[in-house]
């Protein structure tokens, strides 16, 4: 028998929170990119998405109109921002996770289905950009990984209860947050209990940035990238060595001790 080490990395339900105060247009963009880049296969998907009250149905509208503009087509073609799903039996568990959030009550705004017009002719396993509204929190869809491109939206109204909502999950691999006040967005950044927080962005990554979950979630452990994903790879060991004149003289003999 030997102990192996591991690092894991095991998923995640990320947040978006997006304030008041922000660019709409920019932050639909981030919303859509944190989650439609990858075709929604990537485990740090922001998916879950809180929007303020306030700028709710704005946002929910732009969102829509820009969902619905997405080229899907063949991944090798220029101008395709929409390609497959690695196999038919995770189309089909997306297309499920859909249809059971209709029945669970959820808003479909957008997509569900197949994508209109994809020059590869019935080839390949193609869900559209897909958008809910009036998600509830307790529902298959707010709370469980897709891993497709499928978003649900909520409305907040204050920063506190973003924050709650946004880490009421079993995961803690990444958070984004977008707002133009410098001081909010590292306030809720610390809060956020994930190991990745973007700040007016989702989704860079950067070979030298540590990645990996919270400790004691279900997002796993260790960390890849970066110096400390270097570590993992390594067995470290410590060298000590006394380098001065004097006896060490933690026994001592009679009157010589240093206590």
């Given at each position: 028998r030997q102990c192996k080490p591991c690092s894991l990395e095991l998923g995640g339900k990320s947040a978006l929170i997006v304030?008041?105060?922000?660019?709409?247009?920019?932050a639909v963009e981030w919303a859509m990119f944190g989650c439609f880049w990858t075709n929604g296969q990537i485990c740090s998907a922001t998916?879950?998405?809180?929007?303020?009250?306030?700028?709710?149905?704005?946002?929910?509208?732009?969102?829509q109109a820009r969902s619905l503009e997405i080229r899907a087509g063949d991944p090798m073609s220029r101008g395709t921002r929409l390609g497959p799903?690695?196999?038919a039996a995770q189309r089909d568990r997306v297309v499920g996770m859909?249809?059971?959030?209709?029945?669970?009550?959820?808003?479909?705004?957008?997509?569900?289905?197949?994508?209109?017009?994809?020059?590869m002719d019935g080839v390949g396993y193609y869900v559209e950009p897909t958008v809910f509204a009036d998600v509830d929190d307790s529902s298959e869809l707010w709370r469980e990984e897709v891993f497709g491109p499928v978003l649900?939206?909520?409305?907040?109204?204050?920063?506190e209860e973003a924050v709650v909502a946004a880490n009421a999950t079993k995961y803690g691999l990444a958070a984004a947050v977008i707002s133009s006040d410098a001081a909010r967005c590292e306030r809720v950044a610390r809060r956020m209990r994930t190991g990745l927080v973007w700040v007016?962005?989702?989704?860079?990554?950067?070979?030298q940035l540590p990645w990996g979950g919270k400790v004691g979630r279900a997002s796993g452990h260790g960390r890849d990238l970066g110096e400390a994903g270097l570590d993992a790879y390594l067995d470290l060991k410590?060298?000590?060595?006394?380098t001065s004149a004097d006896k060490w003289d933690w026994y001592p003999q009679q009157h010589k001790s240093k206590l």
């Open positions: 304030f008041e105060d922000c660019d709409i247009d920019k998916s879950r998405v809180l929007v303020h009250s306030s700028i709710h149905d704005d946002f929910l509208e732009a969102l799903l690695v196999s859909i249809r059971r959030a209709e029945e669970e009550g959820a808003r479909l705004v957008c997509g569900g289905g197949r994508p209109k017009g994809v020059v649900a939206v909520r409305p907040f109204d204050t920063e007016n962005c989702s989704q860079p990554c950067f070979p410590s060298v000590v060595t006394y």
